[in-house]
């Protein structure tokens, strides 16, 4: 995406936020488990009148993600089995973000949106307190547990919902949306050639697709495909 959407810093908060659980005695768990101090919470400003907040792993936290998906990808030859990136929000997501707004601006109405390899969820974040239909879908629990608990503080659940879903599994087919979403998911050869086949199964049905990257290892892959 070019032109009027751009990267704005994002405002953290302070290294130790209230509790991204339901109850502080308890961790959030996934494929991972955190304890309250594992998260900050980031204020992103998604345009001039809107902002939305997401949860993401703390730096130390991060590290210690990053750590054991390279030990899982050792022990399975190569196969992303783990990965750390979800935990995280990244720049591309916000430029996302900003043209999923402009995109609802454009076409009033109720339309339902599916983003994939959601991570934070930034995006879905934004698209459900746009008002709009969500299903934010990561092929871990782990970064989705968190999204829950973003949308949970911001009373966003009855629009956004969570869903495992691996876009590799060419077998299942994509769940129904009007509108299908991806940010920087361009970093590995097998999910850019999966992603770039997604993206025909949406067109193909109808729906229009929206995806950002910030120029990763396998965007000419996605693009060639």
């Not at 659980?21 to 955190?34: E, I, K, L, M």
């Not at 993401?56 to 993600?65: F, M, T």
Request: aromatic share 6%.
């Amino acid at each position: 995406f070019s032109g009027s959407l751009s990267f704005a810093g994002y405002r953290r908060s302070s290294p130790r936020p209230r509790s991204p659980c339901r109850d502080a005695a308890h961790s959030v768990t996934g494929d991972a488990t955190f304890m309250p101090d594992d998260f900050v919470k980031i204020d992103v400003a998604v345009g001039s009148n809107l902002q939305v907040s997401v949860l993401e792993a703390s730096g130390k936290k991060q590290s210690q993600l990053a750590g054991a998906a390279f030990t899982a990808q050792q022990i399975s030859d190569g196969k992303v089995i783990a990965d750390a990136h979800g935990a995280a929000v990244w720049p591309a997501s916000q430029v996302l973000s900003q043209a999923v707004a402009a995109y609802a601006q454009a076409e009033p109405g109720g339309i339902s949106v599916l983003e994939l390899g959601a991570g934070c969820g930034l995006v879905s974040l934004t698209a459900a307190k746009l008002g709009l239909e969500v299903l934010a879908t990561d092929f871990r629990q782990m970064p989705l547990t968190i999204l829950d608990e973003s949308a949970r503080q911001q009373n966003l659940s009855a629009n956004l919902r969570t869903q495992v879903f691996d876009v590799c599994d060419l077998d299942v087919p994509l769940p129904p949306a009007d509108l299908v979403v991806a940010s920087d998911v361009l970093y590995r050869r097998e999910t850019s050639e999966a992603f770039a086949q997604r993206v025909v199964e949406a067109r193909s049905r109808g729906s229009r697709v929206l995806i950002s990257d910030m120029g990763r290892a396998s965007r000419s892959v996605f693009l060639y495909e």
